[in-house]
């Protein structure tokens, strides 16, 4: 099979650190990364394994 990405743009306050989880089932999250938007806000973010699992959910938050 060939290989899928899932890619978002995502809009938050300049400069400032977010941490990206993900979960399968909306009640355990797993840190996915953390990314640092840049100095017009904005965050690319891109996940490469999409085939391991039928549905995935992402949320960003800001980093403490």
Same mark, same amino acid.
């Given at each position: +099979?060939?290989?899928? *990405?899932? *890619?978002? #743009? $995502? #809009?938050?306050?300049?400069?400032?650190?977010?941490?990206? #989880?993900?979960?399968?089932?909306? $009640?355990?999250?797993?840190? =996915? !990364?953390?990314? @640092?938007?840049?100095?017009? +806000?904005?965050?690319?973010?891109?996940? %490469?394994? =999409?085939? %391991? !699992?039928? @549905? @995935?959910?992402? @949320? $960003?938050? !800001?980093?403490?």
């Amino acid at each position: +099979g060939g290989s899928s *990405q899932f *890619q978002a #743009e $995502v #809009e938050g306050v300049p400069n400032w650190t977010y941490v990206i #989880e993900m979960t399968t089932n909306l $009640v355990d999250w797993t840190h =996915t !990364a953390t990314n @640092r938007t840049d100095g017009n +806000g904005l965050l690319i973010f891109v996940h %490469s394994d =999409t085939t %391991s !699992a039928p @549905r @995935r959910f992402f @949320r $960003v938050l !800001a980093a403490p």
